[in-house]
């Protein structure tokens, strides 16, 4: 039923993936599906934000971010499942829905907010956009 499934993760915000991510890995071993996982960075390059950062600063936190995205899969998914760590710039919801349309995803899957915490506030919304603009399913796990 699904070939490609796209799970968003914030690895500084474990509430992003801890129950999304065993609901994924579920679905891909079941179906043989590979996993997609992306991790969205804010947009350096722009003039006036990039300014305030020292130069090369967008390339150093891509190769953190992919070095501690592959740490991240080593430790949370098991080797039988198809993974692509993806890392991208930009808005988080557009980011998520450009990303599943990049893969092919036919399925993306996402955890949901509980707005305990000023971060649930930011990540509500993106859910949400994305639950509106993809062109595919998207699974909200609570």
């Avoid at 699904?2 to 968003?8: A, G, S």
């Avoid at 129950?19 to 350096?44: M, N, R, W, Y």
């Avoid at 995205?69 to 890392?87: G, L, R």
Wanted: hydrophobic letters at 45%.
């Amino acid at each position: 039923m699904y070939q490609k499934v796209l799970l968003p993760v914030d690895l500084n915000e474990e509430a992003s993936w801890k129950k999304a991510l065993p609901t994924a890995v579920t679905l891909c071993q079941t179906f043989g599906a590979s996993l997609h996982i992306v991790s969205v960075l804010p947009e350096f390059k722009m003039p006036m934000v990039g300014a305030y950062f020292p130069k090369n600063f967008s390339e150093k936190a891509n190769a953190a971010m992919k070095e501690a995205q592959h740490t991240f899969i080593q430790e949370n998914v098991p080797k039988d499942v198809q993974t692509q760590s993806i890392i991208v710039d930009g808005s988080p919801w557009e980011a998520i829905i450009k990303v599943g349309k990049q893969v092919d995803a036919d399925l993306i899957v996402m955890a949901s907010h509980t707005k305990h915490k000023f971060v649930d506030y930011v990540l509500g919304p993106n859910a949400e956009h994305v639950v509106h603009h993809a062109k595919v399913s998207v699974m909200i796990v609570r």
